[in-house]
């Protein structure tokens, strides 16, 4: 399909959810859970490794309020499968990556804490954590293993030798270790990206019907279809007797994409119990249980040529999976790092070397971005060490190695084929945006107050991921609305507005009256969900090529109303077009015709699009920090970005995102981070030890857009929902760097806390 030059619908409109939301009338899971649901309530190890001696429930299960109380034991008698599923990789060697049983109940052994080994269901909440104490649970204490060191003591998982869970590369090793050694430079570089918790405003939560010979569950999440999957398989029913949906979702950020014990356990009970079941997250144990994210140590190289261009790059990188496989785990730091591992650079050959390790922590998985932000802060902070090193302006190293614009498309060495680009106008504009120019008067002022002054830099690139089809419904309602079924799922994005905007546009259907459908999988058969930027991009295509096969089933009925030959839909005008007729029917107008005409079959729309290609949003972030090197407070003063995001339907909900990514960013760069001790016990368990931004903490953000339609898919758009993470890690880090280098410090590593910065600066 051929490109549309011009996007129509690039206009800012308010998000119509917002009144709701604001107003305190969301829906979310907490607040439509059935009248007189049971409550449950996790029992969980407080030991991060050890071998289950006793485990005896019997005095729960007589306390006031219990109706039930299920261990391992019970989910194997009432045949339920005690093993979540997960995706492994092919290694090196051809082998696959190891595969061990994630139970939904512990069974002989607990391997972080968190694991649930019972779970409690009771008329009350706090019923249920009173039976939770009677619960005689006895753990003989086994070697723990938190650290990224692969090691055979102890052995986590019996499939994972050395706790091994994969070992995985990819590119020409031969090639590269060739163009190192003729190489006139080469400048390497140990970076290491710390685990974060993705704490959403709204926890994970579920609840669960049965009625009849069929499943409700509802739960938080990205994407109604892969739980129902795993539930038909779990509990062993059928496709058509499970239904699953998704209400309003306070924030996912990948973590909510994926399922997790808890959402089975809720099943299992209302079909035993003939009762509904609902459980919801306390903070705590959120941030001991929900999948983390990052979580890896790369050592980084480029080979240079004597004028500075790059002959190769080379990572080897250690990941983190935690004490299982989470559903997308073991692709995260491999095959989804490698999608962008040149970033935005002509670089002729690379190596990636990944080791994927068990540790006796939560699992770690997809967090905005996955495995995109990892790979650029790695390249970008390597790139910017090298000029330093080799005594380049650090842009103009990084202009050197474009790719040209006229050299797309272009296949990268990961086999990535980029469509189109123009980096050298993105990085023009962000340093006019940025006032680069006037820094160094900027950095002038800082010293004369006793301050040091940085300015740093990153390029990113990342790739559209998740399912390249999707479809959509148009349906319209005998109550003179349409609704439009998507398959993705709004987590806070502003779906429900950008999807009615687009399909007002292109139809001419005022806008009031459409309605957004999503999560649910009785009223919408099949979708990709929300994930790797994907969702406006790939739905809003396939409600244009739905669009298109309504306004296609309707010319011909349209030609008989007009005793007409032929009859088109004008596109640009939003209305048929009768040959020889000054009648111009809306699309509501032969609504209206066919109902009156009882040609029902009119009246609702199908069709699924296929991207033609993945496409690559890019751009330039550029921070400015301050740092007081009598305390080490860095504080970040100024930032700049200017994205390439192909053609924007909504300017000011793309801002919103990059604003969102870009916070999220900064919080890692200084202040989050998950820390376990030597014993697995999680010592950020609670904001009053894990520090989140807030608004304070945040800069005003200058964004601007210079824009490069994409070819590969019918809107030329290239998603913008990571974008934000991916560059905001490196353009911190390097500013830092900037702010620091001359006092001698050459190794920077997230988080910039006071007491890190401190110690950097007093330890040359």
Not at 214 to 233: A, D, I, M, N, Y
Not at 285 to 312: Q, V, Y
Not at 390 to 418: C, H, M
Not at 634 to 645: L, N, P, R, W
């Amino acid at each position: 399909m051929g490109t549309i030059e011009k996007f129509g619908a690039s206009q800012t409109a308010k998000r119509s959810e917002d009144l709701r939301l604001l107003t305190g009338n969301g829906q979310y899971i907490d607040d439509i859970a059935p009248e007189g649901a049971l409550f449950g309530y996790a029992v969980r190890s407080s030991v991060a490794h050890g071998t289950i001696t006793e485990l005896d429930v019997a005095e729960a299960r007589a306390a006031p309020g219990v109706h039930a109380v299920i261990t391992a034991a019970d989910l194997a008698e009432a045949g339920v499968k005690n093993s979540i599923s997960a995706s492994v990789v092919t290694n090196r060697d051809g082998s696959r990556g190891a595969r061990p049983v994630r139970p939904i109940l512990a069974d002989t052994r607990v391997r972080f804490v968190g694991d649930a080994v019972a779970f409690i269901i009771a008329e009350t909440l706090d019923q249920a954590r009173d039976a939770a104490e009677l619960v005689m649970l006895d753990i003989d204490d086994l070697p723990v293993a938190t650290s990224l060191t692969p090691s055979a003591d102890p052995d986590i998982h019996p499939e994972a030798p050395g706790n091994v869970a994969y070992d995985w590369a990819l590119g020409d090793a031969e090639a590269t270790e060739a163009a190192f050694a003729r190489a006139a430079h080469v400048v390497s570089l140990d970076v290491a990206d710390h685990r974060i918790i993705v704490n959403s405003m709204e926890p994970r939560g579920a609840y669960a019907e049965w009625n009849g010979d069929r499943l409700h569950v509802g739960f938080t999440g990205q994407g109604v279809w892969g739980l129902k999957g795993s539930l038909s398989k779990i509990l062993n029913l059928a496709p058509e007797q499970v239904r699953v949906t998704t209400p309003e979702v306070g924030g996912g950020f990948g973590m909510k994409g994926f399922v997790y014990p808890e959402y089975f356990l809720v099943a299992h009970a209302a079909r035993m119990l003939g009762r509904p079941v609902r459980w919801m997250s306390e903070r705590t144990e959120a941030m001991l249980t929900d999948n983390g994210g990052r979580d890896l140590t790369s050592h980084a190289e480029l080979a240079f040529d004597e004028n500075h261009k790059i002959l190769a790059y080379r990572v080897h990188n250690l990941s983190n999976l935690g004490a299982y496989n989470s559903e997308f785990a073991q692709n995260i730091q491999s095959a989804l790092f490698a999608k962008v591992l040149t970033g935005a650079y002509d670089i002729p050959v690379a190596y990636l070397g990944v080791q994927g390790l068990f540790t006796n922590t939560a699992p770690v998985d997809a967090y905005r971005g996955a495995g995109r932000p990892e790979a650029i802060y790695v390249l970008e902070r390597v790139m910017d060490y090298a000029a330093r090193q080799l005594g380049v302006d650090p842009w103009e190293l990084r202009r050197r190695n474009f790719i040209a614009k006229d050299a797309f498309p272009y296949r990268t060495v990961s086999d990535q084929l980029y469509d189109v680009g123009d980096f050298d106008r993105v990085l023009s504009r962000v340093a006019e945006v940025a006032d680069v120019a006037g820094f160094d008067a900027r950095k002038a002022e800082s010293a004369a107050r006793g301050r040091l002054r940085g300015l740093g830099l990153a390029y990113y690139i990342e790739s559209i991921l998740g399912d390249p089809t999707e479809g959509a419904t148009i349906e319209f309602g005998e109550d003179g609305l349409v609704y439009l079924y998507v398959g993705t799922q709004s987590g806070g994005q502003g779906h429900e507005t950008v999807y009615a905007q687009f399909l007002a546009d292109r139809s001419g259907i005022p806008v009031d009256k459409i309605r957004v459908v999503q999560g649910d999988s009785d009223r919408i058969a099949t979708g990709g969900g929300t994930g790797g930027s994907r969702s406006v991009t790939i739905q809003s295509g396939a409600t244009l090529v739905t669009l298109r096969a309504a306004v296609a089933a309707m010319a011909p009925f349209v030609a008989e109303q007009f005793d007409a030959d032929a009859v088109e839909f004008d596109e640009e005008e939003r209305q048929f077009i009768i040959p020889g007729s000054n009648h111009r029917p809306s699309v509501m107008d032969v609504v209206e015709m066919a109902r009156a005409a009882g040609r029902t079959d009119l009246l609702r729309h199908q069709a699924e699009y296929e991207l033609d290609g993945r496409s690559y949003p890019n751009g330039a972030h550029v921070a400015e920090v301050e740092i007081d090197p009598e305390t080490g407070v860095t504080e970040v003063v100024k930032y700049s970005v200017t994205d390439d995001f192909g053609n924007l339907m909504n300017p000011m909900l793309a801002e919103g995102q990059v604003h969102g990514g870009i916070a999220q960013g900064l919080g890692q760069a200084l202040m989050e981070r998950a820390v376990y001790d030597e014993d697995g016990q999680l010592l950020t368990a609670s904001f009053m030890d894990y520090a989140m931004p807030r608004a304070d903490n945040m800069p005003n953000i200058v964004f601007t857009t210079e824009s490069t339609p994409s070819t590969a898919n019918i809107l030329g758009m290239k998603g913008c929902g990571e974008a934000g993470t991916v560059g905001a890690l490196g353009a911190v880090a390097n500013a830092v760097t900037d702010a620091v280098w001359a006092k001698g410090v050459r190794q920077v590593d997230m988080p910039f806390t006071p007491l890190r910065v401190w110690e950097m600066l007093k330890e040359v």
